[in-house]
């Protein structure tokens, strides 16, 4: 049998009329297919681009932070923090605010805020298209924004890069639109791979963020994508990890698992407050009396006089994280990085200028969470709490908290540090701040955005419950039908009777051999303008669409919308010549009942008492 929607011929006798031969069933669907392969080797490809643009991007931030802070050309990627500037290191953060607005305006404006949300927009509304120029805009005008001191991390500008590319790529070849999404998926997962050298997170952020499925037809392209920019990142750096950390590192018992997911629950509330206030500063920007080109440069104002007070603040900071997460920051460092640091990236995000949420929020709640950490091992040492596990803890909590991707959260801190003593502690900060953000705030930091704009964004992945019931759970078995030898003038009168039965909008034809011959319809019954018609059999106007009682609902509604009909005939599993029911749009329908029924309703169905009084009270008779 071929694809749905096409035609596919009944396996029954060739003595059968054309129309019955002609009849179309849907295939039963499969998991993976030649498509599949065909896009994982697209997909293979893609990762290599975007590993290679990864390193790039990252030279580009060096040679600009060199050039800007240092006055030398070099692509060493090197921190701002060290510049011998003084007071005109405010002026940095300003130019480069003012040639990104310039790049906005005359360029393309999706080059502004973070790239993720960005990408889930294209996923959810333009079939997965991000316009070609965005592949170099992007990382460009990231470069720039970054390399000039802005407080923000490369992977968010590498993450949409590289969906950009995936994209550019479905765009270029003839593929489908949900191959398209899995084309920018893999993209945007090879590129958070090539930063971090963190394959299972990448892959599971864009299950979480980009993908809305579990699929395997789109699991294994983008699985493979993030191993091979993986392993392009190891062949360039080697396989350290990210953000080393000690080895001396205090097992977690009883009492410090609990600070530890108490740790997260006060994280994320922290995380639902961040949230707001960056799109309240960015509301603020909405008010400004200047055109949005210059926000960039007016956040930049912000981000130079802090970097000035605080020179840490300045750039991406991953070593900052590192010695985080590694204790080697004092108090009065960790109070810098965990205020001020906030307060520069929510100004400059909040400006529309371009760079990335992941490296910021990872600073200031592993600051935050080795304060914490200082704070219970100095007031109570006998709960064994690590600090540095608790920066871990924290860091991970305000991003599941900020974006509610839980998994990512958890599998990225243990991928970047190696520490499997963190994954416990990790698994229920986590999902404690998860829980907070989820109970108090209906959008994230990475759908709030184009929530706004109306965009309804997928929160929940479940199994489709279509594809757990079968056809021949939900069909209707009672039907009336008509024969190919009715004569018309009787059916018309029948219909015009006034029955139950003759009320409905179709009717299953079958032969005198009780055979499926098609489906007609109340109004092409009534038809005044047909002249010489005298047996139904003779009105049959196209072959019978028939599913089996075997196929799933998900299988038959798709058959319904390929063959833009309301009803279909369903036939024996063991004779597709026999006709065993109809199924209508309204039976689809009426099989979310029981879904419904399972989510609403609340039943006790084991009653200890009456449990007890039925069995002792018959053993005491």
């Keep these: 049998m071929r694809t749905e929607g096409s035609t596919d011929a009944l396996p029954v006798a060739p003595s059968l009329s054309p129309s019955l031969q002609a009849a179309r069933m849907p295939r039963k669907s499969t998991l993976v ?77 999706a080059i502004r805020g973070h790239g993720i949300p960005e990408a889930m927009e294209q996923v959810l509304l333009n079939e997965s298209r991000i316009a070609p120029r965005i592949t170099f805009l992007k990382p460009v005008s990231s470069a720039i924004a970054i390399g000039t ?97 000690p ?27 961040v949230t707001r ?23 930049g104002v912000a981000v130079g006089a802090i970097g000035y007070c605080a020179p840490h603040t300045l750039g991406v900071g991953y070593d900052n994280i590192e010695n985080i997460v590694a204790g080697h920051f004092g108090v009065q460092v960790l109070i810098s990085l965990c205020l001020l640091k906030f307060l520069s990236w929510a100004i400059a995000l ?11 929020l990872f600073t200031i709640g592993g600051a935050l969470g080795a304060l914490i950490g200082i704070g219970i091992a100095a007031l109570a040492p006998s709960f064994g709490v690590d600090p540095r596990i608790a920066a871990l803890v924290g860091m991970a909590s305000i991003f599941a908290g900020a974006s509610r991707a839980l998994l990512t959260s958890v599998v990225f801190a243990f991928e970047t540090t190696r520490q499997p003593v963190g994954l416990l502690p990790l ?8 829980l907070i953000s989820a109970s108090i705030m209906r959008n994230t930091i990475m759908t709030e955005k184009i929530a706004r704009r109306g965009v309804r964004v997928p929160s929940e992945y479940a199994a489709d419950f279509l594809e757990q019931i079968s056809v021949g759970q939900a069909c209707t078995r ?43 319809t109340r109004r092409d019954l009534l038809d005044p303008h047909l002249p010489g018609l005298r047996r139904i059999g003779e009105m049959l106007k196209r072959p019978p669409i028939v599913v089996s009682e075997n196929h799933s609902l998900r299988e038959a509604a798709d058959h319904m919308v390929a063959e833009n009909v309301g ?43 009456q449990t007890l009084k039925r069995r002792f009270g018959r053993a005491g008779t």
């Design 567 to 609: 009803r279909l005939v369903v036939v024996s599993q063991d004779d597709s010549a026999k006709m065993v029911g109809i199924l209508t749009r309204g039976d689809l329908l009426s099989a979310h009942a029981r879904r419904l029924k399972e989510a609403r309703d609340a039943a006790r169905h084991i009653r200890i008492r």
């Design 478 to 520: 009672d039907v009336r039908v008509l024969r190919t030898s009715d004569a018309l003038s009787d059916v018309r009168h029948w219909l015009n009777s006034g029955s139950v039965d003759a009320q409905h909008q179709g009717y299953p034809v079958l032969d005198d051999q009780q055979r499926v011959r098609g489906v007609i």
């Design 350 to 360: 909040g400006s529309g200028t371009s760079g990335g949420t992941l490296a910021p």
């Design 427 to 434: 698994l229920g900060g986590c999902t404690a701040a998860y």
């Design 149 to 245: 001191g802005g407080p923000f991390g490369a992977e968010g500008p590498i993450i949409a890069t590289g969906g950009a590319l995936g994209s550019f790529l479905g765009q270029l070849l003839r593929v489908t639109a949900h191959e398209r999404k899995v084309l920018l998926a893999a993209g945007a997962a090879a590129g958070m791979a090539a930063v971090f050298g963190s394959p299972v997170s990448a892959l599971v952020l864009a299950v979480e963020l980009l993908l809305f499925e579990l699929r395997p037809r789109s699991l294994i392209p983008v699985a493979l994508a993030t191993c091979t920019a993986t392993g392009v990142r190891y062949a360039r750096y080697g396989s350290a990890a990210v953000f080393a950390m």
């Design 277 to 299: 206030l960056v799109y309240g500063v960015e509301d603020a920007f909405e008010k400004l009396p200047v055109h949005w080109m210059w926000w960039p440069a007016i956040g």
């Design 247 to 273: 080895s001396n590192l205090i097992e977690p018992g009883g009492y410090a698992l609990a600070c530890y997911i108490a740790l997260g629950a006060l994280v994320g509330l922290l995380s639902v407050g």
């Design 33 to 109: 297919d030649r498509r599949v392969l065909f896009v994982t080797v697209l997909a293979i490809g893609i990762a290599f681009g975007a590993a290679l643009i990864a390193q790039l991007l990252t030279a580009l931030i060096g040679f600009v932070t060199n050039i800007a802070f240092y006055g030398r050309i070099s692509a060493a990627f090197s921190s701002p923090a060290y510049n011998p500037l003084g007071a005109w290191v405010i002026a940095v953060p300003v130019i480069g605010g003012v040639i990104v607005g310039a790049m906005a305006r005359w360029g393309s404006q």
